[in-house]
């Protein structure tokens, strides 16, 4: 079975622009989690979809959004872009047979912001 | 909220010897604590898990216990490799409001030194 993919790998954005990234999840999996991480900050949470809905959302400005369809495929987006943004975008996906639920994460979205 | 510490940050031992990394979580509620291996230029992938109604796992070199009445959790692999080096993440599940919450420790850099 193919694990979570993340497209693309890597992005060079300038600030102000912003920003769409791509996450499929492991097949029959709902649950799709974004997560920031960055040396200082480890991972840090943005938001959760389940049946395309926002379930769950972490502590960040709204200039992080995202989405999921119906195929469970999730997108995230990134307006008016900061320095600070850079980080390395992952997003997991889980089967929700529980609780609890393992999470798989994606190889991830590396975002440089100049 | 939840909130996971996790020590130590850097780690290095010689291989063939065994390394410890330790969490302790604030939420008497959590429930469900996984554990990930990160390596350079990947995503976080689950090693090994344990629930709140078990005091230990192990799973060939690497075991997990649970100590619910202090709120602490430890990773510990023996006959390190290598290959072990990475950077690894402890994490705590909390299940409420019919969704899992899961806060991340900071992560420890572990060198095995051949």
């Known amino acids: 079975k193919a694990g979570v993919t993340q497209t693309p790998r890597y992005l060079i954005k300038t600030r102000g622009q912003q920003v769409t990234l791509s996450c499929s999840p492991i097949s029959g999996h709902r649950s799709v989690s974004w997560y920031q991480q960055t040396p200082g900050q480890g991972l840090q949470f943005l938001f959760e979809?389940?049946?395309?809905?926002?379930?769950n959302k972490g502590n960040f400005p709204g200039r992080f959004s995202g989405r999921q369809f119906s195929n469970s495929r999730s997108e995230m987006n990134v307006s008016t872009l900061e320095l600070g943004d850079s980080a390395l975008y992952l997003c997991?996906?889980?089967?929700?047979?529980?609780?609890?639920?393992?999470?798989?994460f994606g190889p991830g979205t590396r975002l440089t912001v100049t | 909220g939840e909130n996971v510490e996790q020590h130590p940050s850097t780690l290095s031992v010689q291989e063939g010897d065994s390394a410890v990394i330790k969490c302790t979580y604030s939420?008497?509620?959590?429930?469900?604590f996984p554990w990930y291996k990160q390596e350079l230029g990947k995503g976080p992938q689950l090693i090994i898990d344990?629930?709140?109604?078990?005091g230990e796992k192990k799973d060939q070199r690497i075991a997990v216990t649970l100590n619910k009445t202090a709120k602490h959790f430890s990773l510990h692999i023996t006959e390190t490799q290598p290959e072990d080096s990475a950077v690894y993440f402890c994490?705590?599940?909390?299940?409420?409001?019919?969704?899992?919450?899961?806060?991340f420790g900071i992560g420890t850099k572990l060198q095995v030194i051949p």
């Open positions: 979809y389940f049946s395309e809905t926002q379930r």
């Open positions: 997991a996906s889980s089967l929700e047979r529980g609780p609890p639920d393992e999470q798989y």
């Open positions: 939420d008497s509620a959590s429930n469900y």
């Open positions: 344990i629930r709140s109604n078990v």
């Open positions: 994490a705590a599940s909390l299940y409420s409001g019919g969704y899992q919450k899961v806060t």
